[in-house]
């Protein structure tokens, strides 16, 4: 199907209400279309779908903490918390719920709204729960929307998060499933794909996305986001990654990826996934702020706030102060 600036998404006889283009049946080739449109008409489809659904100058603030730090058995090639590289990443063990809550309030008095807490595990052991629903507890008795990231869940881990009150569960695609396979090979897309499944079923929202600049091409990019837009219910968060190189991994070295490659990504995404906060992520503290007010020209309406996401750097606070302020971008929910 050709997708024209005038027709971001479907037909014009399918926008009769607000939820029409919420679709679940893309083909790559429509969503290569898109990433090959000019890129004018890309952000001007973008936007219609962006408004369709939200303000579009209103941005989410998200705090993304690393309540326990490398030592992770998987081999993600871009990971500098595996435990197979020389990255410098100690091993550290849980936070304790004091330092979880002083991290919770410093991001919610700073105007985050939620507070993600991420663990390099493959997955977490049982024996842990009680510990992470503690964190839970306290982070929601700060009036933060709580997020986890703690690698595969099983259907009964999932409800127990839930039932400690868990809003969101971050569990990323990363790439297409033809891509995966050459940055990971420790557990597979399937898996991926079972601990979403899980996560739906406990009854918590899904924080799903990937990560652009890792050698793949834009045929994987639309792989990545066709099956992001395909899956029965689209994620409420869909965090949109650029590689941070960081030496002793393997993708150190790869070449890097021209930022209009992230736009045109957050552009389709946005398109693909228009009732979806798309949130722009990782390497955003390599970005120009010229790049970065194209992102949210694309339809990026969220973004990972803080100046340490997990072990990697972020753009200060009064910087992204700042810069909100010159775009127009209200951060106040």
Known sequence: MSVTATDPAVPASDCSNESSDLRHDWTLDEIEALFTQPLNDLLFAAQQALRRHFDPNHLQLSTLV????????EDCAYCPQSVRYQTGVEAT????IDAVKQA??????????RFCMGAAWRSPKDRDLDHLADMIEVVKGLGLETCMTLGMLKAEQAQRLKDAGLDYYNHNLDSSPG???????TRTYQD???TLHNVRDAGMLVCCGGIIGMGENARDRAGMLMTLANLPQHPE??????????????L?????????????????????????YVRLSAGRDELSDEAQALCYAAGANSVFYGERLLTTDNPEIEHDRQLFQRLGLSTQM
């Open 179 to 185: 891509f995966y396979e050459e940055i990971i090979s």
């Open 192 to 194: 991926r794909l079972e």
């Open 93 to 96: 063990g849980l936070m304790d």
């Open 237 to 250: 968060s869909v965090p949109i990654n650029m590689l941070v190189k960081v030496a002793g991994t393997p």
């Open 252 to 276: 150190e070295d790869v070449e890097d990826i021209d930022p209009i490659e992230l736009v045109r990504t957050i552009a389709v995404a946005r398109i693909v996934l228009p009732a979806s």
């Open 104 to 113: 919770a309030e410093a991001a919610r008095d700073a105007g985050a709204s």
């Open 66 to 73: 690393n309540i326990k730090s490398g030592g992770c058995p």
